[in-house]
């Protein structure tokens, strides 16, 4: 790492934003909260990936009375240095989007300017670790205001303001905001889910693959892996290359899920304009891509088998689990299966209730279930709970007008899956996805704001130019 050739590529980034800035002119009206305190224009929760690039989207748009938080302290936001397990980012390097298509804030640029350009060439994948130094330095670069140590505790109306009370390392507070943007990733709107029978075993006997979990504690023990998704094998690898006797991972299909269906729709035209189908195609395309889940990688896979301690069943869905003598033992129809730890790499339940932040609402968010009757053989009642949301990434009402301010809350994370496709939770797609979000913001302060424009227009009369004399008749006389 040069240090100089990071300062040449930050002066680089700032004369490219100054190029293309215009128009400069601040266009938002102030308001005011309750307690007289300027409320802010938007409030993004998360400072991942998702609400950094948010931020900076509305930035260009000249929406710059923004405050992001994150509850992480600086540098852990995200999954990237937390519970990602793998070596490697799964998509390939030259996958652009943070950027939001400007050349000298893509991945390649700070990579080409940290390591130097034939680092680049011979690089495979992006490390996990490299990833997250990137965001931060996106965060940095493009000036986005990040308040860290701090959480979201509860959203509510305010007039014509959201109410969000924040907990930081000052205490609590509330804040007002004319908008507010969910940027919080893969458990914004539920949590993290295991079988009900797996949950209530000793929490000493079983974790979930997002669980803050202590590999070097298995070396040398029995540990059983449910799943077969790409989190479930790098959780697996883990156990593995801590020293685990064995690693016996449990697939519920008679083969494993290879076919990566998110590479299918990584196209403009998918991207781009999904949102705009109709709910009955919505509903086919992902209710296929969200069946099939997704497939791990060939490098994912060979991270576990080169271990001869590594054990894949198939056909083996777990339907109980037990304690017996300080071990787990789950069944399955294969028979019992004793384990010194399980690891559960079983994804997210959408359980709006268990979020407090959405307490205020959470019974009255419009879910796919209430908007959209699925053919018979296309049911699915776990999409069926994700959100229904606006063209503009907006909660919707289940009932129309006992909410009516929760139009003023964008969701911006893999909830919005079934609305969008990928967008709040992939890195190729922020390119169409964030300018979407972006104009849905913007779109809604603007018309918030039509009568003040309206007056202000009526009162513009700043002069193109100075006539100095004229003569009535006779038009006006040169000097």
Not at 31 to 41: E, K
Not at 145 to 159: C, F, I, M, Y
Not at 372 to 384: K, Q, S, T, V, W
Request: with cysteine; proline share 6%.
């Amino acid at each position: 790492m040069t240090l100089p050739s990071l300062t040449a590529l930050e002066a680089r980034i700032g004369d490219d934003l100054a190029r293309i800035a215009h128009p400069r002119a601040p266009w938002l009206t102030p308001r005011t909260g309750p307690d007289g305190s300027q409320a802010l224009d938007v409030l993004i929760v998360g400072a991942g990936q998702s609400g950094v690039v948010a931020a900076f989207g509305l930035k260009r748009s000249r929406v710059d009375n923004v405050l992001v938080i994150d509850r992480a302290p600086y540098g852990r936001e995200g999954p990237w240095v937390t519970y990602a397990r793998m070596k490697t980012l799964r998509s390939p390097k030259d996958f652009t989007g943070p950027d939001l298509d400007i050349p000298s804030l893509t991945y390649q640029s700070w990579h080409e300017a940290r390591y130097g350009a034939d680092h680049w060439q011979a690089l495979d994948l992006i490390t996990r670790e490299d990833w997250n130094d990137y965001l931060l330095f996106m965060r940095k670069v493009t000036d986005i205001p990040v308040e860290n140590d701090t959480e979201l505790l509860s959203l509510d109306q305010a007039g014509e303001l959201v109410a969000a009370r924040l907990r930081g390392p000052e205490g609590e507070r509330t804040v007002f905001a004319r908008k507010v943007v969910l940027a919080t990733g893969q458990d914004s709107t539920g949590r993290w889910w295991m079988p009900d029978f797996v949950e209530r075993l000793p929490e000493r006997l079983r974790a979930h693959t997002a669980d803050a979990i202590d590999f070097a504690s298995l070396k040398g023990k029995v540990v059983a892996v449910l799943g077969a998704g790409a989190s479930a094998l790098d959780n697996a690898a883990e156990a593995l290359e801590a020293g685990a006797a064995s690693v016996h991972l449990f697939c519920r299909r008679l083969e494993p899920q290879v076919i990566q269906p998110y590479r299918w729709i990584t196209f403009r035209g998918f991207m781009k304009h999904f949102a705009d189908l109709d709910d009955a195609w919505r509903w086919r395309f992902m209710s296929r891509v969200m069946g099939l889940r997704e497939g791990f990688p060939q490098a994912t896979y060979d991270r576990c088998a080169a271990h001869p301690n590594f054990v894949l069943h198939t056909g083996a869905a777990w339907t109980a689990a037990r304690a017996e003598g300080g071990r787990a033992v789950v069944t399955t129809p294969h028979g019992d299966f004793a384990a010194d730890f399980l690891i559960c790499g079983t994804g997210i339940a959408m359980d709006y209730a268990a979020k407090p932040e959405l307490a205020a609402f959470a019974d009255n968010i419009a879910t796919w279930a209430d908007r959209y009757a699925p053919p018979a053989d296309e049911r699915n009642d776990r999409l069926g709970a994700f959100p229904y949301l606006s063209s503009d990434y907006q909660f919707m009402e289940k009932v129309p007008g006992r909410t009516p301010w929760i139009a003023n809350v964008h969701l911006f994370s893999i909830a919005s899956t079934m609305s969008f496709g990928p967008s709040g939770s992939s890195i190729n797609a922020m390119t169409t996805a964030v300018p979407r979000l972006v104009d849905g913001v913007t779109k809604g302060l603007f018309a918030a704001d039509v009568e003040a424009n309206w007056q202000a227009f009526l009162a513009y009369d700043v002069a193109q130019a100075e006539v100095r004399q004229t003569v009535p008749g006779l038009g006006v006389a040169a000097e």
